[in-house]
């Protein structure tokens, strides 16, 4: 066990995918710049491998995804994890940069025995009500801080934004917005402000051609991402959301390709449902509306939904562009005109961006 | 001297006016919602009155306005108070309400003896580059926080979220916005996206009487204010801006009225100096575009600057409502679609929220 260091921070990384690549660059930029604290990857892995030792060495950060793959040691299991990094003696932030249930399933664990955490992966805090209280409460016990910023809006500052609207006393009345990179992108070239758009079919093809979809597109256009995002910022607003399927959810896949067994098969059997689609768009057109993907959280009626809905040419979410994201909080102080935030939603850097500064906040608070 | 109180901090208010009034009551609801750690105002003044005590007691925030008129002591002179705060041996935060330079002068002082500071007060971090290093100076050698989100947008998250971007290795290209809630005022009724908007001369009355202005409406009109807002990000992004007149800035007031020698007077003249306006919105029209009033960086190329542009009518900054306030932070690796940040960058609540907020930061870290 290795003795209390003054003045460094150990961090331990799980995933090292597409957000998780970018984060380490972030990483080492940030360890390379700052010299206090010290910051010492002293943990990292993926779903197969891992490096670290028992005297809690720091792994150098630099080219460590290629160590990474070549490493002979296997992740520890999640129990023998929080035991690891407890026992280090050092101050100690967990990274998950995964989308695993399981290792959110932890995060108490982990909070309990001291060790902060920033993430993206949405499902620590969109699960079950009782996790999401667990979570918190390990937290407060011990003193540990656990942020995820980039689980609403990557980067963008829609988490902190609602903290400090509720910290500071503010009563939030309504949140809506666009929340999803790739509902974004598919209705902004389905549904333009100006122009026809293309077929529904065709743009869900394109959008997953140029890699905005998840492999399977139905895993975007099932609502259940967007209903995470509610689930948390609800919570967040005060309102005890009890999962992300307790409230209304709409899902743009077809009853009938519920069943497809694969997205490519999804992808082949769309084109015969786009009179629906157009149907839906057509109906906004004669109103002088677009379609748009939102969700909404009415604060005071307790209502939270997420589905197709009409919006004026002039309103900021018709107005949006490629796969942007766009948050509105409605407040008693702002008034009529809401506190909006608008930006990408969605990519390695910028998700990591947010991880990288929830870090710094833990730093600043814990060193 | 009081002995040192663990789970305590001391808050020293200057200033009680519009923003100084909204922001003690946030405290007031803060101290009664957060019981640890324990909130104790020890000092506050105004620019004739004051309340504090040697044994540091701490004041009723309760009603602390009227208390404070009616009281006998005067303020400290600001040396004195800097000795006053710095004796008491508790993590102490001052809270500067003002708009004044004097206070923002003793910075240093406060910082250099420990005294963490938040601030609306645009004068400290606009005034010359040297004062912005001494405070940041002694900030850093004494462990002190400092934070001043409300001098940039009220209590939009514009400097929080500049100083993300910066921290974690984003690079900055530009930043771009409406940065006044009386200029955004003025052009969004004088020169409407829809409609033909009003006479200059009449909407600058208005504003007046709507209390959107100074009291005398040119230390709006002439730019100083979004200068100042300017110098600021421009410094944190990286530009050693040495003063808010180190760069262009276009005022609004015409040659032969920058003399007269009221607010009255200037607005009685006004209507003579329409047809310069007029001109301006119609070369506007011409292009299809609206006139507003912009400020500016240009990070690669060291450009600050302010003053008129146009706009197409489908761009966000012709499109902005009321008197809100736009921030668009252009970045590596947020693209070509910047991240946008809108809404209400004026009034006392929003003002007060953002010092509020800096202040919970800085019981995150220090307490």
Known sequence: MAAASVG???????GAGGVGKCFLAQLEQLAARRPSPKLALTYISTSKKAIYSDEHAAIPINDV???????????LALSQLVDFLGKSGVNTVLVDNTSSQ??????????????????PNKKAFSGSYQLWQD??????????????????????????????????????????????????????????TS??????????????????TEPDPRDDLNGLDVARKLTILARLAGLPVESPTAFPVQSLIPKELESATSGDEFLEKLPAFDAQMEETKAAAEKEGKVVRFV?????ATKQVKVGLEKFDLSHPIAALKGSDNIISFYTKRYGSNPL?????????????????????????QIA
Chains 1, 2 share one sequence.
């Open 102 to 119: 399981d290792v959110a399933d932890a995060y108490p664990q982990f909070l309990g025995r001291g060790i902060s955490i920033v993430t």
């Open 8 to 14: 460094q921070v150990n961090i331990a990384v799980i």
């Open 135 to 192: 979570i918190f409460a390990a937290a407060e016990r011990s003193g540990a801080r656990v942020y995820h910023e980039s689980s609403v809006g990557a980067g963008l500052p829609v988490i902190s934004t609602l903290k400090d609207l509720v910290d500071t006393g503010d009563e939030v009345t309504k949140i809506e917005g666009v929340f999803s990179g790739t509902m974004s992108f598919l209705f902004n070239s389905f549904a333009p």
């Open 295 to 299: 969700g909404s959280i009415d604060v």
């Open 195 to 212: 122009g026809s758009g293309g077929q529904w079919s065709a743009e869900v093809k394109k959008a997953k051609e140029l890699g905005y």
């Open 340 to 364: 909006i935030i608008q930006g990408a939603g969605a990519g390695g850097d910028v998700t990591a961006m947010g991880v990288t500064s929830d870090l710094l906040k833990v730093l600043s």
């Open 65 to 75: 995804s290629s160590t990474l793959a070549s490493s002979r040691q296997t992740p």
